[in-house]
């Protein structure tokens, strides 16, 4: 890879990450806090004598998780190996980071509340998953309609 889609993939990476962490934070402070928003959870928000230091280090881990993910992307370009061996092994980078990224910014306090972290992170994953499988299904007909 060239040093130009290194640092491409690095920040379309952080972005979505970003972009990821911030959203779901939107539907748990909705979902969980009514009608006020908080960027994080009280625990680890309090953890910092400044808030906004404090919502800073969390956007550097939603771009670092972003950015990890992005590049554990790069497991599916083997085309010896299994797509659900790909698929397994990305999901597992997913999953370790998410759950170490969880663990830091204290998105739980309980066993169950891991739980639905993991859940979360599931479910975000098939989203996207889903998406992208659409999204290549429909750039594959179309270049079989080229062909034909």
């Known amino acids: 890879m060239k040093t130009k889609e290194v ?3 690095a920040l379309l990476g952080a ?3 970003v972009a990821i962490g911030t959203t779901i934070e939107l539907v748990f402070s909705f979902t969980f806090a009514g ?3 908080s960027p994080g959870t009280p625990e ?3 953890g910092f ?5 404090a919502v800073f280090v969390e956007r ?3 771009a670092l998780y972003g950015i990890i993910c992005s590049f554990a992307g790069l497991l599916y370009r083997d085309e010896h190996r299994p797509l659900a061996l790909s698929a397994a092994m990305h999901f597992g980078v997913v999953i370790l980071c998410g759950i170490a990224a969880g663990s830091y910014l ?5 066993g169950w509340g891991m739980l639905g972290v993991i859940v979360s992170i599931v479910v975000t994953y ?5 998406v992208t499988w659409l999204f290549t299904k429909g750039e594959v007909a179309r270049m079989n309609e080229k062909l034909q």
């Open 126 to 130: 098939l989203i996207i998953w889903l």
């Open 44 to 46: 680890f928000l309090n």
């Open 7 to 9: 640092i491409g993939m």
């Open 35 to 37: 009608t006020s928003f």
């Open 49 to 53: 004598t400044n808030s906004n230091l």
């Open 15 to 17: 972005c979505v990450g």
């Open 106 to 110: 204290k998105w739980w306090s309980s």
């Open 60 to 62: 550097v881990v939603y």
